[in-house]
């Protein structure tokens, strides 16, 4: 026995503590009481009173219950961990079981200078608005934006797909504050696509307290870590929502009773997010690519949150509503969409070249939309009818039929080479499709492989 419980509340337990120097913040102390084993994080010592976090309910709970010192968080590590959901502790969710277990301490990774690789090279998905206007380098960090019903599980479904077929390689879910709804429809859709053997998921739910969400990131990482380091793969992790995350952090600062920076976010959100993406990275092994949706607060790209996230990522990839009204998937929006891999020095002259003639002549064809609003078509010169209808085409092309949507669209899943998407699109920049009907390039893959 290390100490006894002085106080409680919903997102704090203080203990007296009989042996101060045997425990240290960061430590994890339990207690069986009724039946039921309490689990708690030490997160501040003050002489010998230690302020913990509980990892669930503290119903039940009362002054006077004796806690002894527990094993770290840990979860399983070990080729074990496909097709398992996982919560925030490591426990396992989905009825499946683990034969002699191998576990980790989910804080125990950190990656060292020595073991970085930052001349990694670029990992081609497949997907061509994605390979065209954002190409991705193995262990960059990328923003996932957009809305519901845009296609963000089709994206993360067919990425997990994409990368699989050509290195497999297998993916890691991390669903911070997750609403049990969406992780069980994630859950099912991935067991429809075939794709359940190939991921490893952790859900800190919605419903669970702060601990259980802030939790999730650091077992999703060790399990990406795994693959990385011990299976030397090229990883994809998915984090949704990273904003929550920091949320999560908010209120275990504001229960512990440390004093706010503005908005509520807590004086060490800077150090708690670098924590968390300084993890994810390429090592001569492998790598770990990682998308992160972000929630925007009312839509402020300035919060202080936001911009702290993105200060680490390397680009971002947006869909639109708008987009998809059009019938146009995936629905990219290729204006606001980035990556710090467009530059002639990473992707070459020709790749860099074409990407500013595309968003050239999609940005004239956005205003000529304006004016055949008002004007007709029959009033445009005859190079803006060329830029016109070369600008549709090019808007149709980076369409595409994705493998795990087959069922439903009955249209065979494309996977585009880059070489291919560049020919493509400098054909139709360039007029050699000029006599080709615009609908010819909706939903297929290379048009001069057709």
């Known amino acids: 026995m290390v100490g006894n419980i002085i106080a409680v509340s919903d997102l704090s337990v203080k203990v ?20 039921q084993t309490y689990k708690f994080e030490v997160a501040e010592i003050n002489g010998n009173v230690a302020k913990t976090i509980p990892f669930d309910s503290v119903i039940y709970l009362k002054k006077g219950i004796p806690l002894s010192k527990g094993e770290p968080l840990e979860i399983e590590y070990s080729d074990a961990i496909l097709g398992k959901v996982f919560d925030s502790y490591g426990n396992i969710l989905n009825n499946e079981k683990i034969e002699n277990p191998h576990k980790k301490n989910v804080y125990d990774r950190k ?9 990694s090279e670029i990992l081609w998905t497949g997907i061509k608005a994605i390979d065209f206007f954002a190409p991705i380098q193995k262990g960059s960090k990328l923003g996932l934006l957009g809305g519901a019903g845009v296609g963000k599980t089709v994206i993360i479904k067919e990425l997990i797909n994409n990368i699989f077929k050509k290195f497999q ?10 609403r049990s709804r969406e992780g069980r429809e994630l859950y099912d859709e ?51 929502n990273i904003y929550r995350y920091v949320q999560a952090k908010s209120e275990i600062s504001a229960e512990l009773g440390r004093f706010p920076i503005e908005n509520g976010y807590p004086t060490t959100m800077a150090s708690d997010i670098s924590e968390v993406e300084e993890r994810i990275n390429s090592t001569q092994d492998g790598s770990i690519t990682s998308f992160q949706a972000i929630y925007i607060p009312a839509d402020d790209f300035t919060d202080e949150a936001v911009q702290t996230i993105m200060n680490h990522l390397d680009g971002q990839i947006v869909l639109d509503r708008s987009i998809a009204e059009k019938g146009i998937y995936p629905a990219i929006n290729v204006f606001r969409t980035t990556s710090s891999l467009v530059d002639p020095e990473y992707i070459g002259e020709r790749h860099f070249n074409l990407i500013e003639a595309a968003l050239k002549a999609l940005t004239r064809y956005e205003e000529l939309e304006e004016i055949i609003v008002v004007l007709g078509i029959e009033e445009l010169s005859e190079e803006d009818k ?4 070369r600008s549709r085409k090019l808007r149709n092309y980076f369409s595409q039929p994705m493998f795990v949507a087959e069922q439903y669209t009955n249209m065979k899943g494309q996977l585009v080479d880059i070489e291919d998407i560049l020919d493509d699109v400098e054909n139709i920049l360039n007029g050699k499709y000029d ?10 893959g290379s048009y001069g492989r057709k």
């Open 190 to 240: 991935m067991c429809d696509a075939s794709l359940m053997d190939k991921i490893s998921i952790v859900f800190g739910q919605m419903g669970d307290n702060a601990t259980s969400r802030s939790k999730a990131v650091y077992s999703g990482l060790t399990l990406a870590e795994y693959l990385r380091d011990e299976k030397k793969q090229d990883v994809l992790l998915f984090i949704d």
């Open 386 to 389: 060329l830029t016109f209808y």
């Open 435 to 444: 006599d080709v009907d615009e609908t010819a390039f909706l939903y297929i």
């Open 169 to 178: 390689s297998d993916s890691i879910f991390i669903g911070v504050g997750e």
């Open 111 to 119: 990656v060292s200078l020595d073991e970085l690789d930052i001349n």
């Open 16 to 35: 007296l503590l009989s042996d101060s120097a045997s425990v240290l913040v960061g430590d994890i102390l339990y207690a069986n009481y009724q039946d």
